[in-house]
């Protein structure tokens, strides 16, 4: 098989296919990302992707090339490419999608089946089965919506959750099924549903689970703001009606929001498409997932600034993450380094900090300033901002941490410190959502 696009989706993908036995050459147009991953260099950190792209190439089934003509041979051609938000507008870029499928076409063989995993807009399946049906190469054309969540993403290709298949009617969506079934086999064979679906509905799938999450976060969020107006406790909130198995307790964690390439972009295509449609008011609520989902970075600014009397203008401020999530370097849409930002703008003296991002926002925020440790960054500051929960830092001992900072005030952006623990160390403690 062949897996074009080797970036998070792709590499780890190209890896796992090789790890559960199958031949695959991985494509991508950046050769400098070919030449680090031929080499076992993850191009970006994921916990596991090191040991597996190593072993992988060892057994030499797997390979990477930035040469398209090398899918030549593969019957099974994976589309991982990325499908950013468009400049200035909501919509999906489709510019990689098209472009790896044109590229595809000239080295298709009848019968090859070429599978799109990126997060597309339905309709693109169709238009895109249109497009190979025009070049006349006999291939057929599948859709297999990825469910990878960063920080995990080894652990949700080798045992996922789910395979969706969306496949055309009859017997083309037959053999469709047949070769995924072949891909999948391993994977089938401990126990993960399989769905069969029509192209549409696949390609909804994603957009769909990830607009139910963001709306999930968000709701728990417009929680948090009246907890904090009326001197509730959203965590004691959360555990309450998340005991509803209606409910349930994930993804119900108020704090910063979500960020990150996929929910905050999803969403917003998902909205532009469906003004496409006609029926953008049947998604408009996504509107104010959105809004709520920005205003808790805002809100943390807020909170800063009123227990400091009004102005943070020349105070240090440590800022502890600088990825969107834990257990990653990716900072797209980082809600931490949102937060950094406006309080740089604000005249604050903003020291970042982050186990694995650094390298990636020192090169987007170069205002900012950056440090290797929580202690380095904490050292004189009037406020500490714990903005994305490494484990790292939830283990961080007070007091050794209030010998290095002016005055031990700490904001948990995460609600995933102990307030008790803190303020008997004699720190301020707040947080968003709690008293």
């Known amino acids: 098989m062949s897996v074009v696009g080797c970036g998070y989706l792709g590499a780890v993908h190209a890896a796992c296919m090789a790890t559960l036995g199958h031949d695959v050459v991985g494509i991508d147009t950046d050769k400098a990302k070919i030449d ?14 090191p040991e597996l792209l190593e072993e992988a190439l060892a057994t030499g089934r797997l390979a990477f090339s930035s040469d398209v003509s090398d899918v030549r041979g593969a019957e099974v051609h994976f589309i991982c490419v990325g499908t950013p938000q468009l400049p200035n507008e909501i919509a999906a870029d489709l510019t990689f999608v098209d472009a790896s499928v044109e590229a595809l076409l000239p080295h298709l063989a009848p019968g090859d089946l070429v599978v799109g995993k990126s997060t597309v807009p339905v309709g693109t399946a169709e238009r895109l089965t249109t497009l190979s049906d025009e070049a006349d190469t006999g291939a057929l054309l599948a859709w297999n919506p990825e469910f990878l969540r960063e920080g995990h993403a080894v652990k949700d290709t080798l045992h996922p959750d789910r395979l969706v298949y969306g496949v055309p009617a009859g017997i083309e969506g037959d053999r469709a099924v047949k070769l995924l079934d072949e891909v999948y086999s391993a994977t089938m064979a401990d126990g993960t549903p399989r769905l069969v679906t029509d192209l549409a509905t696949a390609q909804l799938v994603k957009v769909a689970a990830n607009s139910f999450l963001a709306t999930k976060i968000s709701f728990i969020n417009a929680m948090a703001e009246l907890c904090e107006a009326t001197g509730a406790d959203v965590t004691l909130l959360a555990d309450a009606i998340g005991h509803d198995d209606r409910i349930g307790r994930k993804f119900l964690n108020a704090g910063l929001g979500f960020g990150g390439g996929c929910l905050p972009k999803d969403i917003r295509a998902f909205m532009a498409r469906a003004g496409e449609l006609g029926v953008d008011q049947t998604l408009a609520f996504l509107r104010d997932v959105d809004a709520i989902n920005t205003r808790r970075r805002e809100r943390m600014v807020e909170l800063a600034r009123e227990e400091v009397g009004g ?24 809600p931490a380094l949102d937060v950094a930002e406006q309080m740089r703008a604000q005249g604050a003296d903003v020291v970042v ?5 650094l390298e990636n926002a020192r090169t987007a925020y170069p205002e900012l300033s950056f440090a290797d440790s929580a202690l380095e960054a904490a050292t004189g500051a009037d406020l500490v901002l714990l903005l994305t929960e490494w484990a790292d830092y939830l283990t961080l001992d007070p007091v050794q941490l209030g010998e290095a900072v002016r005055q031990r005030r700490i904001f948990d952006g995460r609600l995933a410190l102990d307030p008790v623990v803190w303020r008997e160390a004699g720190w301020v403690y707040r947080s968003l959502g709690r008293p």
């Open 36 to 49: 680090a991953l031929q080499s076992g260099d993850a191009p970006f950190f994921e916990p596991g992707l």
């Open 311 to 334: 102005s943070i203008d020349g105070l240090r401020v440590a800022v502890l993450g600088a990825a969107f999530k834990p257990n990653s370097d990716d900072i797209r849409d980082s």
């Open 353 to 357: 900090t982050d186990p694995q991002a």
